[in-house]
């Protein structure tokens, strides 16, 4: 099975992140990551510096129910970004897994250009 179950990049930049976060941690039975880019905007026109990165980062994670286990730098990352980051997000609470007996099987879902769903009983 998948290790880790998240993302690379998102719409909205990283200020975006948490809506996409939550919804890949209300499926998933593993490790979330996170690792937004840094553009501000979809057209990536303007990028966020290494400070608003990482409280972009604090403000996805920050909360009681944090939805991800491990964060990084997508798109534009540099190493400048993820140096924020750590400092910022070293003390919070990553998210903790679902108990083994709530978990439901569901299909495969994969994303693109255009999602993709895999149900064994459909063969596809």
């Not at 990551?33 to 990165?53: K, L």
Request: with cysteine; net charge negative.
């Amino acid at each position: 099975g998948a290790l880790s179950t998240g993302f690379t990049s998102a719409s909205g930049g990283p200020a975006g992140a948490g809506a996409v976060a939550q919804a890949v941690a209300d499926e998933a039975v593993t490790w979330c990551h996170a690792c937004p880019g840094v553009a501000a905007d979809d057209a990536g026109a303007v990028e966020v510096g290494p400070d608003a990165f990482a409280a972009a980062l604090v403000e996805l994670c920050g909360g009681a129910d944090c939805p991800v286990n491990l964060v990084g730098g997508g798109s534009g990352a540099l190493p400048t970004h993820i140096a924020a980051a750590a400092r910022r997000v070293s003390e919070l609470r990553p998210r903790r897994l679902p108990a083994a007996e709530t978990v439901v099987a569901r299909p495969l879902r994969l994303s693109g250009a255009e999602a993709a769903v895999v149900q064994r009983d459909r063969g596809a």
